[in-house]
């Protein structure tokens, strides 16, 4: 079974950046790209942008493309998402998961609130 811990949450305001670490551990993780998701306060999760472990592809959203970045440690097991640029619309829980389709076995997520 696949581990993450998400970390590098916190307040900050308009136009500042953070850095979210994800880090997994278990069997096959490597098998799918992990992705980064969240979820804002009564509306469904989304795609935030994912990263292929070996090869370091990487894909956005369209509402983050350009302020977003994602970088893996392969080293590390770790996928690093850098948010520039924040607004206050990326206020949510940030989660990674691997792009499975289904994922169902969520973390605790890192909560990033940006205030105006």
């Known amino acids: 079974q696949v581990q993450l811990e998400e970390s590098g949450g916190g307040v900050v305001q308009a136009g500042d950046s953070l850095r979210l670490s994800c880090t997994a551990s278990g069997r096959d993780f490597r098998n799918y790209a992990m992705g980064w998701y969240r979820q804002a306060p009564g509306k469904e999760r989304e795609f935030v942008g994912a990263i292929t472990w070996g090869t370091a592809i990487t894909y956005y959203a369209d509402s983050v493309k350009g302020r977003f970045t994602i970088s893996v440690d392969n080293t590390k097991n770790t996928v690093y998402l850098q948010m520039n640029s924040l607004k206050p619309e990326d206020t949510a829980v940030y989660y990674c998961?691997?792009?499975?389709?289904?994922?169902?076995?969520w973390g605790q997520g890192t909560q990033v609130t940006v205030s105006s």
């Open positions: 998961a691997p792009t499975t389709g289904d994922w169902d076995n």
